[in-house]
Structure formats: structure tokens, C-alpha cells
């Protein structure tokens, strides 16, 4: 019985080893199968892997390429965009350069030679010669006031700006004479003819009447010396005259000592403001320079 019992039991053991074995071989194929799986698709998705990364890296290659190709032609529009740019701009500057001497060649053109012409005992301006436009000089600035003083227009607001700095700065300045025509020219010449004789036939009547034809040229004088002149150099007037009236354009025309003319410290003649500085800087006067000089300055005359 004990026996049949052991038996039995035995048998079961048997089994039960049997069954536990299949399970483990199962389980163990189960997973060997898995493990296979799991490798094939590793594999699988590493060979994806490196087909992927080899089609990228040939894009990313590729798309360097490009990258660069467009960086060079992006440098090469900037080249040539800033060679474009320095064109326009040469251009530009050529075009005001062009600008500029059209300017003066319309001032040059529209300035009358004659107001910067250099008149001498040979050389003296045409009778029939009248200025273009005159204009009146306020009856307070002038020495006598009965009369009337006419003075080219252009030159006007140079002379009113000089005369009111002559009045800011207490300057007893008077005009005594501006525009003459010629015939008030030939009365003065015969009324020194009278005077003098022959010899003022020639140009002592007054040696600047061109000037004082033109309209631009203006004697001045004092409440002191008057009609005569007589004195005016040693005035604080004519002091003035020296130290300021290049600022406003005017120049003396036949200065004291000069080669040339009689010294006459009251005549002023409108030359512009750069002549004018210029010969005053100099130490120069007006017939010193050549016509050819003077005649750089025709262009900024009323500048
Ligand atoms: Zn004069």
C-alpha cells in the first residue's frame, strides 16, 4: 500500500518535472524567438538608421553647397551693388560739379564785364554806356540833400548795410557823389577845363568818371571837410573807410603812393566782398592786379 502510494506519487513528481521542463523550454524558445525578433529589427532599424544618416548627410553636403553657392553670389550682387553705388555717387558728384559751373557760367554771363573793368587815361568806358537798373541813396546819408544820389541796384543793399555800420559806430560819413552819366561828366570836365586849363582835358578832372558811369562807385565825405576834400585822409572817417569798407565790397581806387594815379582817398568803387577782401589781406589795390585776375571774381561779384 505504501508502496502504491510512493508510486503514485513518484509518478506525479515525474510529471511534474516533465511539465515544469516543457515550460521552462517553452519560455526559453519563446524568448530566444523574441530576442531574434528583437535583433532583426534592431538590425533592421539600424540599417534604416544608417540609410537615413547617409541620405542626410548627403543633403546636409548638398545643401552646403548651396549655402556657399548662394553666399558667393550674394557677395558677388554686393559687389557689384556697391560698385553700382560708387558709380551713382561719382555720377551724382559730376552732376553738381557740372551743377556748379552752369551756375557760374549763368552768373558770369549775366554779370556785366564792365563792372569789374580795370579804366585808364587810354581806356575808359563806352559815353553811350548807362547801368542796366539805379536806385535812390536816402537823402539822410547823403552831403547835400537837395540832391538827388543814384546808385547801381545790385550794389545798393552792399553800400545801405555799409553806411548803416557806419552810423551804428558814430561815423560822420557822408556821400558827396555816386552815379554821374557822361554828360554831367563832360559838364564837370569843362567846368575843370575852366579852371585848370588843357591839362585837365587829359583825366585829372576826375580820374575815376568811368567808374563813377558804371553807377557802383561812390565819393565819400564828412560834415568837416565837406566839397573839398581837403583833409579827408586824416579823418577818423576815412580811418574807418580803410578798416571796414572791404567788408561791404567797396575798395579805394587809386590808394596813396600808388604808381599809377592821384591819390584820391574819397572814391570807393564796388568790386564785391571776395575782391575786395582779397586786396585788402594783399595789401593791394584794384589796378595792381591784371585783368585776367580780376576777372576771377566776375562770377561771386554780388555774393
Ligand atoms: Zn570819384
Not at 106 to 128: A, C, G, M, Q, W
Not at 167 to 173: G, N
Not at 250 to 262: A, D, G, K, R, V
Amino acid at each position: 500500500m505504501k508502496s502504491k502510494i510512493l508510486n503514485t506519487l513518484f509518478h506525479y513528481k515525474v510529471n511534474f518535472i516533465d511539465s515544469s521542463q516543457t515550460l521552462i523550454v517553452v519560455a526559453l524558445i519563446v524568448f530566444v524567438a523574441y530576442q531574434q525578433i528583437n535583433i532583426n529589427n534592431q538590425q533592421q532599424f539600424s540599417k534604416e538608421i544608417d540609410s537615413n544618416l547617409t541620405n542626410l548627410t548627403e543633403r546636409t553636403d548638398e545643401l552646403e553647397e548651396l549655402i556657399s553657392l548662394i553666399q558667393e553670389q550674394n557677395m558677388n550682387i554686393q559687389e557689384v551693388m556697391q560698385s553700382d553705388r560708387e558709380i551713382i555717387e561719382n555720377l551724382e558728384r559730376q552732376f553738381d560739379r557740372v551743377n556748379d559751373n552752369v551756375d557760374e557760367l549763368e552768373k558770369i554771363t549775366r554779370t556785366d564785364p564792365e563792372l569789374l573793368r580795370k579804366y585808364s587815361k587810354v581806356y575808359f568806358l563806352n559815353e553811350h554806356y548807362t547801368p542796366s537798373d539805379l536806385e535812390t541813396i536816402p537823402r539822410k546819408y547823403t552831403y547835400n540833400p537837395d540832391r538827388e544820389y543814384e546808385i547801381e541796384e545790385k550794389v545798393y543793399p552792399f553800400l545801405m548795410d555799409l553806411l548803416e555800420e557806419a552810423e551804428d559806430d558814430d561815423i560822420d560819413l557822408q556821400i558827396i557823389s555816386a552815379y554821374r552819366s557822361f554828360d554831367e561828366q563832360e559838364q564837370l570836365k569843362g567846368a575843370y577845363t575852366v579852371s585848370y586849363g588843357v591839362g585837365a582835358n587829359q583825366f585829372s578832372a576826375d580820374q575815376g568818371y568811368s567808374e563813377h558811369q558804371l553807377g557802383t562807385t561812390v565819393d565819400f565825405t564828412n560834415s568837416e571837410v565837406g566839397a573839398t576834400f581837403s583833409g579827408f585822409a586824416q579823418t577818423e572817417t576815412y580811418e574807418w573807410l580803410q578798416d571796414n569798407a572791404h567788408r561791404f565790397g567797396f575798395t579805394l581806387s587809386y590808394p596813396e603812393n600808388n604808381q599809377y594815379y592821384q591819390f584820391e582817398p574819397w572814391h570807393w568803387r564796388f568790386v564785391g566782398k571776395d575782391l575786395a577782401d582779397d586786396l585788402h589781406d594783399d595789401n593791394k589795390n584794384f589796378y595792381d592786379l591784371s585783368q585776367r585776375e580780376i576777372n576771377e571774381y566776375i562770377a561771386g561779384l554780388f555774393d
